[in-house]
């Protein structure tokens, strides 16, 4: 009883904005799944595996648990030297957005190098085999990885904070994004518009279908947040963009219902 009373204090203490956003989700999972959105989005089609799912599940248990470990030890050790602080005194948007901009593209750099060092057959079986045991992503995929991986990706916010003082209110921003955006290229499914590459403003924001060809195809496609470095070094597949218009133009059918399939064979 008062494993419920402690849940039910716990939702009431919830701000609106948060009830609502969390409301907006479930509508947008809900209208998703009944429509066929989904289905259509799927961007590889009836290439889930459950082994391959329970595979990626015990991965992602054992990394998160030596990842948490070890980065959180270290980042304690780094603040108690002084070599980690954060500034609390309020700042403007700009001063907000330059530095979010700097972990954004700075992770960007530093995840793009590491990946292409990890596919390097010396370093390969050691840190990125265990991730690419996963050929159809999916949110799961995004922790299943060797600690070793989990490790260099996360050591770039300890290595910046330890580099730059930056604003309590821009870290509000960072582990955030660094969940949502391994969350959405490893989802399976592609919610961006058909648009999104053709737009100059656009197109170096990576799509879950980007970071997909690169575990379906393992070479290519190697940036984490954009596609600036996979541009400059000439590593963007071939075929993503036709791809990734195939993907997003596919019409939208509801699911077959299952008497009227029946009734038809």
């Known amino acids: 009883m008062d494993h419920f009373i402690q849940i039910k204090d716990m939702l009431m203490g919830l701000d609106p904005l948060t009830w609502w956003l969390a409301l907006l989700a479930i509508f947008g999972l809900s209208t998703g799944f009944f429509t066929g959105y989904f289905r259509a989005r799927k961007i590889q089609p009836n290439g889930f595996k459950w082994p391959i799912f329970r595979r990626e599940v015990g991965w992602a248990v054992f990394n998160v648990s030596v990842t948490t470990l070890v980065l959180g030890a270290v980042s304690s050790f780094l ?45 390969y079986n050691l840190t990125h085999k265990v991730h690419h045991g996963s050929i159809t992503p999916n949110p799961v995929t995004s922790l299943s990885m060797n600690p070793v991986e989990g490790i260099i990706e996360g050591a770039w916010v300890p290595v910046l904070t330890s580099l730059l003082t930056l604003h309590e209110t821009t870290m509000i921003f960072v582990i955030p994004t660094a969940v949502v955006m391994g969350q959405y290229v490893h989802s399976g499914f592609e919610i961006l518009p058909s648009w999104w590459n053709r737009s100059w403003l656009t197109k170096w924001f990576i799509s879950a279908t980007f970071h997909d060809q690169h575990h379906r195809y393992f070479k290519g496609n190697y940036g984490g947040y954009t596609t600036i470095w996979d541009h400059i070094c000439g590593t963007v597949r071939p075929r993503y963009e036709v791809d990734f218009v195939k993907i997003t133009t596919r019409p939208i059918r509801r699911a077959p219902d299952a008497k009227r399939e029946k009734a038809t064979t």
């Open 79 to 123: 603040k108690a030297k002084g070599w980690i602080s954060f500034n609390s005194e309020p700042a403007s948007g700009w001063v907000i957005a330059m530095e979010y901009a700097i972990y954004f593209l700075g992770f960007d750099t530093w995840f793009y190098w590491w990946h292409r060092l990890m596919h390097m057959e010396r370093f």
